[in-house]
């Protein structure tokens, strides 16, 4: 018998239910539907022209090698496959790839290394507020409220005009304080598809520079908008100007291994020293999550790039990817000026100007699925759904 009269009402049992994830749901409720013009939308993997999510042939490949050349499976270590990481940095880095400030290692996909980061900044500076344009990926908050860090937010996009509000970006920027963080999508944002221009990389690195602030970039999506070195040229810029930056990059995508969980957190600080104790305190956080980040794509990922020809074969297949992306973004946006803009955006994701009631009539009477936001994921289609999804979405805004 317990002691506490409250003590039976704090038992895992009276725990309350989590509200569930609504794009879970909506994924349940896309799946359930019979009717065969059924659209989703709302899944966030790349889809070929059939509709189908492939492995990339480079990946099956390497898997291939690797099951054959594999003799061991023990432990490899905090920070998982060395030789991944360094086959990585300069596809991320670039022209910083040989700057020894900068420190990299493997992480369970993106979030691993949002994890990892948010944690690292709480140690360091347990003040340190992070500034959050919104609408974001929804794992953001809850990833940075996990590492106890308060989030200031700011609007991201204009729904109304369409575009990123570098007005509120820039405001927010100028009223932080020293030490404060800026959480920064790298390139394809999610949920928007509203990217930085090069000018506002510039002038936001700019005052990111001059304030002190931390800029923590989220690549999660290399590749899928402009190319590799393009989709990272924010981040290097800020590498350019700022002697302390965290990136948090994933793999998960540009290799399309969503649920084998590979990415990888980078940190550059003012000197090789101070980058080596930042390092020992990832090891020490990372150990407390996962001990160890899981091998399997990381080991693809590196048979890949360490070989010249697959390498080449994985940079043709991206580029595939991405051209799907692009073309859908200018087809969809053909079909009426209305739409024009999706065409400027980039990533899988776009955000279309409707209420969650004209989300719920596009479900009901077209069985086409996103998100209540009006988040759509522009590769989620076939390349035949083209036309109807584009109509269909006319004639709900339209009224
Ligand atoms: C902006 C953003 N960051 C991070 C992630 C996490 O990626 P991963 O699946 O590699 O954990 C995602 C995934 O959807 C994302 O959209």
Known sequence: MLDHPEADTRSIANLEPVK???????????????????IDVGVGVFRDASGHTPILRVVKEAERRLLEAQDTKAYLGGRGDVRFTELLR?????????????????TPGGCGALTLGFRLIKAANPDARVLMGTPTWPNHAPIIAGAGLEMIEYPHYDRKERRVCFEALAGAVKSARRGDVVLLHGCCHNPTGADLTPDQWAEVTRLISERGLLPFVDIAYQGFGNGLDADAAGLRGLLDAC?????????????????????????????????????????????????????????????????????????????????????????????????????????????????????????????????????????????????????????????
Request: hydrophobic share 45%; net charge negative.
């Open 243 to 399: 002697d302390e930056v965290l990136a948090a990059q994933s793999c998960d995508k540009n290799f399309g291994v969503y649920r084998d969980r590979v990415g990888s957190l980078w940190v550059k600080t003012g000197s090789a020293a101070a980058t080596k104790t930042a390092m020992s305190h990832l090891l020490q956080i990372s150990r407390e999550f996962w001990s160890m980040p899981p091998d399997h794509a990381a080991a693809a990922v590196r048979i890949v790039l360490d070989d010249v020809q697959l390498s080449a074969d994985w940079r043709a297949e991206l580029e595939t990817m991405r051209e799907r992306i692009n073309s859908l973004r200018r087809r969809i946006a053909s079909a009426d000026p209305k739409l024009a803009y999706i065409a400027d955006q980039k990533g899988m994701f776009s955000m279309l100007p409707l209420t969650p009631e004209q989300v719920l009539h596009l479900r009901e009477r077209h069985a086409i699925y996103m998100a209540d936001s009006g988040r759509f994921n522009v590769c989620g289609m076939r390349d035949d759904d083209v036309d109807r999804f584009a109509s269909a979405v006319l004639e709900v805004m339209c009224g």
């Open 90 to 106: 300069a596809i991320l880095l670039g022209e910083h790839a040989s700057d020894d400030r900068i420190a990299g290692l493997q």
């Open 20 to 38: 569930s994830d609504s794009l879970l749901a909506l994924i349940e409720l896309a799946r359930a539907d019979e009717r065969p013009e059924k």
